[in-house]
């Protein structure tokens, strides 16, 4: 991507939108953030990008393009804001979104709900048509019950309708077929079709996606639109690029098919910064830990990628847990969250045992020493009392904590109950979210094969950095990396992106009786397709990467692993090769395999990608002259110390006065503007050459 | 020190410690649970989740089980580790040993339960056992269903042995269950995973006393169970004295089945007696006293404490007992592979003994068993196919929010795709849908049943197989609520058939599975009208139904509540009882 010097990071959260700036021209970053307009969520990045531009001393002419990622697609589903949408579907099938895997995803809970289809029943519309689990077209649609289904849905005053036929993963051409009949019929309704958003075998998953997709597609149009306009009253002319939940990005036209595909494009955007931080400092295993008011997300890095799934649920209304949200097939970078944040409430359960969250008090009415009316005790509450926040220089002194409120909290829900001291329970509070979150990160490390102690944890988001340390000495891990900018962290990640797309097709069999002809005819019309896209883009055919990834497993089994191909056509000689890839994969992650078992094939894959973009990280975050540590010293606190049972003074360091090759000893303290670190060890620290600070656990 | 971790004695684990400590076991058998359903076989443990995983202490308390799994599995397991230990105590154990059996007596009651025993050692020094029973794809004899007349028929009978003797495989075992397994491949595979899965939780149960510095996880369960125990029997106290009783019916097999359920409660304890229940049946339908008393503490734990952890403290104040040879305790022969159908039944039977007292804690009856079919025959080109899938019907009406449509209660098991099914076999689904009018009616609706239609595309006549029931006795509402939907069968030439047993059909037969919906919580007549017309326009309930079971007038062709005439239908019938409605 040659030609113009500036890019452009654009991050709309709730409460600020950061942008990021990167002039090649300096090799500078510059940083902004402006607060966002809650009802109207495009409308500071004009202010924001203006202003960056400015101190950049750059026009919006010489931007080459700005990429943007957004929690509107989540929050839409979330608080179900989307367009009023309809389904056509199969005759006989309208309930399997409804009906779901007809498991209730808590045991003993007589009481739970189960998640709502976007769509309820009456407008979940039928149609007579079908075609067999092998593709076979076993009935044609007919046109005139088409039409009549539209009429309905135009009556009705609907704008978005998800087409989802059984089986149109393995042939399309019925759902093709209600789509051409439906843009002839009313052009003004928006339309998906299943065999385009999500086409993989399982109709309760493709249904979800479809709808989710078609839902947000009027607002996110909009909104990309509104986008747009602003960014060109900056006389920024270039592309706008949108970031994905897999790390990629795409063209805005894409993002307006495909907004489902954005849906964790926030968090995957810090996943992928994590990524690039990790391989510039030769530390390409690495824990993303991004501890934000209301959940903590971990996330593993692998050779300096994150892994990528397609199992991923929005919306989890019940504790976090795995069944009560609406399942989204799409790739996303594979992490795992849970609700312990700043804000998770503690509290004595019916056993007499400290409980921290799920429960949050989340930034409204927030923790106790907000002052904003919350009167539960939270995680933040804790790290107050311990020492760890400093109650004048919360979000750089913008806002002032409660101390005394904390404490009066914290003795009454918690210390009283279990007689012992405020800051005995304070630190149980703390020590308590640091194990459910461990123990979370574990567990999602040890499924996918992974020795959680062998990633040094990787620290963001507005309380990660308090937290860090703990987490990383119960999880057995060496280190914890605390980077520069860890306020703007999701900025940094879009600007590393390279422009990516992936695309997929089902198509099932043993690998030794496959079609090989069929699944080159689909490797070609997946890679025509991602040819267009990127070079569309902008991204020059000889900088393309392709990658292609098979989903396989042993007959029988019921979880894939994702095996990488060779390029190039297949033949019959091809099932050896796969054979003997899958196998080394499946020892790679469970220790052993089954040699000589036939081998199944679900779904096939295309990941296409530009090249990765220049980013310059040790630009990233302040000081140019640094003096020595102690020159960094800006006051003294008390804080707990588990190791030495109980208060000591520690030194505060101004994180912008620490350079590259500064090292010093815990316990301390180092706070920068959106966020504090806490060294509540005699550890040693040291500052590295991005200017992250790398605690030993040791 | 102090940095490691708290420190573990009998005699300073303070609350926090023992969160933490807890927290770290739920993790550690998640983790083995998490290997066992990666590495399975067979979708029956990875996509219906028919398996459960847990951790034991050197005594053979349960202390944790992972968060996935069945209560016919997780409760069983609690129970069946002490039947090991019987066999082999402790002080005989050696590392490297690993335990199985599929004895349905002493786990989780038939033939196709495998539970994998392993003592943990450090170094010589036995800290724990591990274990998990997973539903094995085929164990050879009738395959499943309820037509043996006793347990010799069923298959092949793994009685309590070595799997691995010091660390070496019993191969001689090995070779013969796959012998006598239609499916050896898978069979061996599922078993070898869970020795992996025990092997992983060891693994990591030796890494964690190591790192809190634990000598044994003795006195950490002591505590745990003494705090589960307190729990339980807090809760049970707030439960009044007195004796709760109440009968339900199934269809059975050869005759109806009557379970009877009496509650004793005294202060802080219940005493759960199933007298009064139907004999023996001379067919698989029969429970073991293991899987009765499995069903029994899962009801109890929901209806008086969801949140209090499930182990050996939480069974303590309740004891489970059914007469010998009753249908719910059932010796050795009796058939018992269809076991989970009356199973399922027991949580609605002691749900509706304590409605009485505590109504505001229980659901309504529902659908209770999982529908087990069964497909086989001959394809044109003579090979053999045979596929199995669960389904579902409606739950019960809660005493605040209506019942949850075609979703398993009280199993804990997953449906499959219907595309998944098409792709595996040779099966053709006609619909898979809600059933109108099938939820009982209720102020909250029972759950919708729903309706499975399907015929074979083989060309070539089939063996169908059905475990079902409620085709004769509805799920009963509460508390003036209605009854859900009888359940119905019938095959594509009209024929309604019986809910159990194995038939022969022609290459062109479709069939219809009805399943039965949930009873409903309180009168329907109290049901917001608003709320029956958003049903009415969901197609959940009809309109012929809003008006003669709800005293809902609606006016079909502009879907809107005539509230006149609902009003003076509901004034009438509440003056008239509940029979009025039709006009």
Redesign the interface.
């Known amino acids: 991507m040659a030609g113009k010097p500036v890019r452009i990071g654009v991050d709309i959260g709730g409460t600020f939108t950061d942008v990021l700036l990167f002039d090649a021209t300096t090799g500078a970053f510059h940083i902004d953030k402006v607060l966002t307009a809650p009802d109207d969520p495009s409308s500071a990045v004009g202010d924001g990008v203006a202003s960056a531009l400015e101190k950049a001393d750059q026009s919006g002419a010489s931007v080459d393009h700005v990429i943007h990622g957004t929690t509107l697609v989540t929050n839409a589903l979330i608080e179900r804001r989307g367009a009023p949408t309809a389904l056509i579907t199969t ?6 979104v ?2 779901g ?4 995803y808590d ?5 739970l ?2 998640p709502k289809p976007l769509v ?3 407008w979940r519309l039928e149609l007579d048509e079908r075609i ?2 092998d593709g076979t077209m076993l009935q044609r649609v007919d046109p005139s019950q088409v039409a009549e289904l539209v009429r309905q849905i135009d009556d009705a005053g609907i704008s978005a309708v998800g087409v989802a036929l ?2 149109s ?1 393995r042939n399309p051409e019925n759902e093709r077929e209600v789509g051409r009949l439906i843009s002839e019929l009313a052009p003004h309704l928006t339309v998906s079709l299943s065999s385009d958003v999500a086409p993989e ?4 998953e493709r249904v979800s996606t479809t709808l989710a997709n078609v839902y947000v597609r009027p607002l996110v149009d909009r909104y990309l639109a509104d986008l747009r306009d602003e960014l060109q009253a900056q006389k920024i002319e270039s592309d706008l690029l949108i970031m994905l939940s897999s790390g990629g990005t795409c063209t805005v036209d894409t993002a307006r098919s495909y907004p489902v595909r954005l849906v964790e494009s926030g968090p995957a955007a810090g996943a992928l910064a994590a990524a690039r931080f990790g391989s510039e400092l030769n530390a390409p295993n690495l824990l993303s830990f991004d501890m934000g008011g209301t959940t903590a997300k971990a996330c593993l890095i692998d050779g300096g990628e994150p892994t990528i799934s397609t199992e991923f649920e929005v919306s989890r209304m019940y504790r976090f847990k795995k069944g009560s949200g609406l399942p989204v097939k799409v790739p996303v970078i594979e992490m795992i969250e849970i609700g312990a944040g700043g804000g998770s409430i503690a509290a004595i ?7 921290v969250g799920p429960q949050s008090a989340g930034s409204e009415p927030g923790p106790v020493c907000y002052g904003r009316g919350g009167t539960r005790p939270t995680v933040t509450d804790a790290d107050l009392i311990l020492g760890y926040l400093d109650p004048g220089f919360f979000l750089g002194g913008d806002m002032q904590l409660d101390f005394e409120a904390a404490n009066a909290a914290v003795r009454e829900h918690v210390a009283t109950p ?1 007689e ?1 001291t405020v800051p005995a329970a304070a630190w ?1 509070i703390h ?2 979210v640091n ?2 979150m461990a ?1 979370a990160a ?2 999602h490390a ?2 996918r094969g992974k020795d959680p102690r062998a990633y040094p944890v990787f620290a963001f988001g507005g309380a990660g950095p308090v937290h860090a340390l703990g987490v990383a ?1 119960i999880l ?1 891990s060496s280190e914890v990396i605390a980077p520069a900018g860890a306020g703007v962290l999701s900025t940094v990640g879009f600007l590393s992106a390279p422009l990516a797309f992936d695309f997929v097709r089902s198509f ?1 069999g043993l690998v030794d009786e496959l079609d090989w002809n069929e699944l080159n005819r689909l490797y070609e019309e997946m890679e025509t397709e991602a040819q267009r896209v990127l070079t569309r883009a902008g991204v020059p055919e000889a900088e393309l990467h392709l990658t292609r990834l098979a989903e396989l497993r ?1 007959a ?4 894939e692993i994702t095996v990488e191909l060779s390029t190039g056509g297949f033949s019959d000689q091809s099932a050896r090769d796969i054979a003997s890839r899958f196998d080394a994969e499946y020892e790679r ?2 220790q ?1 395999s ?1 040699p000589g ?1 036939p081998i199944e094939a679900v779904n096939w894959r295309l990941l296409v990608s530009g090249p990765s973009p220049d980013l310059p990280l040790r630009q990233l975050g302040g000081c140019d002259e640094p003096g020595p540590a102690e020159a960094a010293i800006k006051g003294r606190r008390e804080m707990y110390i ?2 030495w ?1 109980g208060y000591h003074t520690a030194p505060v360091y101004d994180r912008y006065r620490l350079g590259p090759g500064l090292s010093f000893q815990g316990p301390a303290i180092i706070e920068e503007r959106e966020s504090t670190v806490v060294v509540n ?1 005699p550890a040693d620290v040291w500052v590295d050459s991005l200017r992250s600070l790398r605690i030993s656990t040791s | 020190m ?2 490691k971790g708290p420190r573990v004695t009998r005699s300073n684990i ?3 410690s ?3 400590l ?3 076991l ?2 550690v058998v ?2 083995q649970a ?2 066992l ?7 029956i ?3 219906s ?1 028919d398996l459960s995983a847990g951790v034991f202490d050197t005594r053979g308390n349960m202390i944790a089980q992972a ?1 996935t ?3 016919g599995h997780i409760n069983a397991m609690a129970t069946c580790i002490h039947h090991f230990m019987d066999v082999y105590p402790a002080e005989t154990l050696k590392p490297g040993d690993v335990l199985i059996t599929n004895d349905p007596q002493k786990t989780s009651g038939h033939l196709h339960d495998f539970t994998v025993i392993t003592p943990i050692f450090e170094g010589v020094r036995l800290v724990g056992f591990f274990g998990n029973t997973c539903h094995a794809l085929d164990i050879g004899g009738r395959g499943m269903g309820t037509d043996a007349r006793s347990v010799y028929e069923e298959g092949l009978f793994v009685p309590i042995t070595k799997l691995y003797d010091e660390g070496l495989e019993n191969a001689e075992l090995l070779k013969l269950i796959a012998a006598n397994c239609r499916a050896p ?2 069979v061996i ?1 599922d078993l070898r995973a869970q020795v ?1 899965a025990n092997d ?1 939780g060891g693994r990591y149960l030796l890494r964690f006393m190591d ?1 809190f510095g634990l000598e044994s996880v003795d006195p950490l369960t002591d505590e745990i169970i003494r ?2 125990e ?2 339980m029997r ?2 049970i106290a707030k439960v009044p004295d007195g004796d709760y009783t109440n009968e339900v019916y199934s269809d059975g097999y050869e005759n109806p089945v009557k379970l009877v359920v009496t509650i004793r409660k005294r202060g802080d304890r219940m005493d759960v007696d199933w007298t009064g229940s139907s004999p023996a049946s001379a067919y698989g339908i029969n429970v073991v006293l293991n899987y009765t008393h499995a069903y029994t503490t899962y009801a109890l ?3 008086l ?6 182990n050996e403290g939480s069974f303590r104040p309740v004891t489970v007992s059914a007469p010998k040879d009753s249908i719910l305790n059932a010796q050795h022969p009796a058939p018992v592979c269809g076991r989970h159908i009356l199973g399922h039944f027991l949580p609605g039977a002691i749900f509706g003994a304590l409605a009485e007292a505590m109504p505001d804690r ?2 309504a009856e529902g659908a209770a068993n999982i529908w087990s079919t069964q497909l086989s025959g001959p394809r044109d080109d003579g090979s053999v196919w045979t596929y199995v899938w ?3 019907g409606g739950t019960g009406a ?1 005493p ?2 209506d019942g ?6 009280p199993s ?4 499959v ?4 099914i ?2 595996l076999a040779p099966i ?7 059933r109108t009018d099938s939820g009982g009616p209720g102020a909250y609706r029972g759950g919708l049943g ?1 309706t499975v ?1 399907f015929s074979v595309n083989t060309g070539e006549p089939y063996t169908f197989s059905g475990l079902f029931d409620r085709t004769r006795h509805p799920a009963a509402g509460y508390a003036g609520g209605e009854p859900g939907a009888l359940a119905r069968i019938t095959l594509g030439d009209g024929t309604v058939i019986d809910s159990k047993g194995a038939r022969e059909l022609g290459p062109d037969m479709s069939i219809s599975l009805g399943l039965p919906g949930g009873g409903g919580f309180y009168s329907a007549f109290e049901r917001d009208p608003e709320a029956v017309l958003d049903d009415v ?4 309930v009809s309109v012929d139904a809003a008006r003669s079971r709800y005293a809902v007038v609606i006016d079909s062709e502009r879907m809107q509540i005539d509230s006149e005439a609902t009003r003076r239908l509901r004034a009438g019938t509440s003056e008239g009882g509940r029979s009025g409605g039709d006009e």
Not at chain 2, 37 to 43: G, N, P, V
Not at chain 2, 412 to 415: L, R
Not at chain 2, 417 to 420: F, G, I, L, Q, S
Request: hydrophobic share 35%; with cysteine; aromatic share 8%.
């Open positions: 005759r006989g099938f309208r309930d399997a409804e009906i895997r007809e498991h209730r045991l003993y809970d007589i009481f709900e189960m309820r029943r009456r067999a689990a059984l089986h993963y075998i399982r109709e309760y359960d019916n056993l007499g045992l400290l409980k279990l012992m149980g020590q308590v194990e459910n123990n574990r567990v040890v499924e000495k057995g099932r042993y029988g089994q019921g979880h992650l469970y052993r089954a078992n588990p190791e049972d060890a | 102090i940095g303070d609350p926090i023992l969160e933490i807890w927290n770290r739920i993790a998640n983790e998490a290997a359903m990666r590495t399975s076989f067979t979708t443990v990875r996509e989740g968060v799994g069945t209560p491949e898978p595979g992996v992983v790192e705090r589960s307190g729990a807090e809760a734990k929901c209806a404490a969801p949140d209090v952890p499930n229980v659901l669960f389904s579902t809660r605040n929010k949850i449509s075609a979703t398993a209660f804990g098991i997953s449906g795709p219907a595309e998944v098409e792709s053709h689904f006609h619909r898979r849908e809600y729903q239609e326009i969901d197609g959940l």
